[in-house]
Nanobody, 121 residues
Framework: QVQLVESGGGLVQAGGSLRLSCAASGRTFGSYAMGWFRQAPGKEREFVAAINWSGSNTYYAGSVKVRFTISRDNAKNTVYLQIDSLKPEDTAVYYC??????????????WGQGTQVTVSS
């Protein structure tokens, strides 16, 4: 079992930056891949970024690849999502996700409760 708690969301002006954090507990953090998803109002949840167990491999949705950076600190049991040059269309609830596997294969085993990011124009 894995518990995930996101933080770092908020209201930001367009062009600004945010760093989202996701603290994990339960299973050994360094044994599984992690990801971030987001869900905008009226839209389906979509994949944003993922990282393998060691941080050596990262994956991004094409629409965010330039502005988003995923990283992890296994000593702190935390995964981060740095978002730069925020746009109003980045407004969404951002969810942290843990995989069952050490490499990202696209399937999610556990979800966090989400953190709201609102970007004003």
């Amino acid at each position: 079992q894995v518990q995930l708690v996101e933080s770092g969301g908020g209201l930001v002006q367009a062009g600004g930056s945010l760093r989202l954090s996701c603290a994990a507990s339960g299973r050994t953090f360094g044994s599984y891949a992690m990801g971030w998803f987001r869900q905008a109002p009226g839209k389906e949840r979509e994949f944003v970024a993922a990282i393998n167990w060691s941080g050596s491999n990262t994956y991004y949705a094409g629409s965010v690849k330039v502005r988003f950076t995923i990283s992890r600190d296994n000593a702190k049991n935390t995964v981060y999502l740095q978002i730069d040059s925020l746009k109003p269309e980045d407004t969404a609830v951002y969810y942290c996700a843990a995989a069952h596997s050490s490499n990202w294969l696209g399937s999610v085993g556990y979800w966090g409760q989400g953190t709201q990011v609102t970007v004003s124009s």
